[in-house]
């Protein structure tokens, strides 16, 4: 029972990290030209083609999954090391997960450059991906770990 709920965990962890990561991307990236002020319209229909071309056309989801099982397995072994920090120990790993996803795949896949996802780039775009990834956490914590 305690695997089929890691599992649960994990695919409810890359969902939500997946689709806050993208709703991040767009808004960062629509944004981020001065004076464009998108309408809610706009930023709903690209958020839409990104989560479908993010699903469809790239290994992003996939990477992301691998991401996230990394990091709460490193989690699940550092949450018994450092017992204060048990409680967050997956939303911590999930925040380092997303991040992560961005550097491997622009330093890995692609061998540096200016930046494979330009929602992407800068610190505060990075902040918000952790955020997502820190919401998957959340998430895979809710479901995964006993109380």
């Known amino acids: 029972m305690a695997a089929v709920r890691i599992i649960i965990g994990l695919i409810g962890a890359v969902i939500t990290g ?3 990561s993208a709703a991040f991307l767009t808004v960062q990236t629509l944004t981020a030209y001065p004076g464009f002020r998108p309408e809610l319209a706009a930023l709903a229909e690209t958020y839409g083609m990104n989560v479908m071309g993010l699903a469809a056309g790239s290994p992003f989801i996939a990477i992301l999954a691998v991401c996230f099982a ?12 450092l017992r204060p920090l048990a409680p967050v120990a997956y939303v911590i790993g999930g925040a380092a ?5 961005f550097f ?12 494979a996802f330009f929602g992407a780039r800068d610190p505060s775009d ?15 914590t ?6």
């Open 18 to 20: 997946y689709l806050l």
């Open 70 to 81: 990394v990091a709460f397995a490193v989690a699940a072994i550092l949450k018994r090391i």
């Open 97 to 101: 997960a997303l991040p992560a996803l």
């Open 104 to 115: 491997l795949v622009e330093n890995v896949m692609l061998g540096g450059g200016v930046g």
């Open 126 to 140: 990075l902040a918000l991906q952790a955020l997502a990834g820190a919401a998957g956490g959340l998430v895979f």
């Open 142 to 147: 809710l479901i995964a770990v006993r109380k």
